[in-house]
C-alpha cells in the first residue's frame, strides 16, 4: 500500500500562485508516476499534470503555461506550482501514484484531497 498526502491548498485571489505538495509512504517500489488531478463540484476528475519515474512530464490542456509539476525522488515527494491562478482552477485537488511491475498489476492511488479555490 502507497499512501499519499496532500498539502499547501487554500484560498488565493485570481493572478496569484500556490504550491501544493504531496508526501508518499509506505510500500513505495516500482513508481511509475505521479500526478495531480482535479475535481470541481458535479464534474468528473481530470488531469491536471503527470510526472514519470523517468522525469516525463504531461499537462492538462486548461494549465500549460501555468502549471509546473516537479519531483524529489529521494524525499518521495511531488509538487505543483501554480501561477496566474483563474476561477476555474478552482476544486479540490487529487494526488495520485501509479505503481505497476513486472509482477504485479496496476495499482492506482489517491490522497484524500486539497481544496483550492480562486476567489476575489
Known amino acids: 500500500q502507497v499512501q499519499l498526502v496532500e498539502s499547501g491548498g487554500g484560498l488565493v485571489q485570481p493572478g496569484g500562485s500556490l504550491r501544493l505538495s504531496c508526501a508518499a509512504s509506505g510500500s513505495i517500489f516500482s513508481i511509475y508516476s505521479m500526478g495531480w488531478y482535479l475535481q470541481a463540484p458535479g464534474k468528473q476528475r481530470e488531469l491536471v499534470a503527470i510526472i514519470t519515474s523517468g522525469g516525463s512530464t504531461n499537462y492538462g490542456e486548461s494549465v500549460k503555461g501555468r502549471f509546473t509539476i516537479g519531483g524529489d525522488n529521494a524525499k518521495n515527494m511531488v509538487y505543483l506550482q501554480m501561477n496566474s491562478l483563474k476561477p476555474e482552477d478552482t476544486a479540490v485537488y487529487y494526488c495520485?501514484?501509479?505503481?505497476?511491475?513486472?509482477?504485479?498489476?496496476?495499482?492506482?492511488?489517491w490522497g484524500q484531497g486539497t481544496q483550492v479555490t480562486v476567489s476575489s
Open positions: 495520485n501514484a501509479i505503481q505497476v511491475s513486472s509482477t504485479t498489476p496496476r495499482m492506482d492511488y
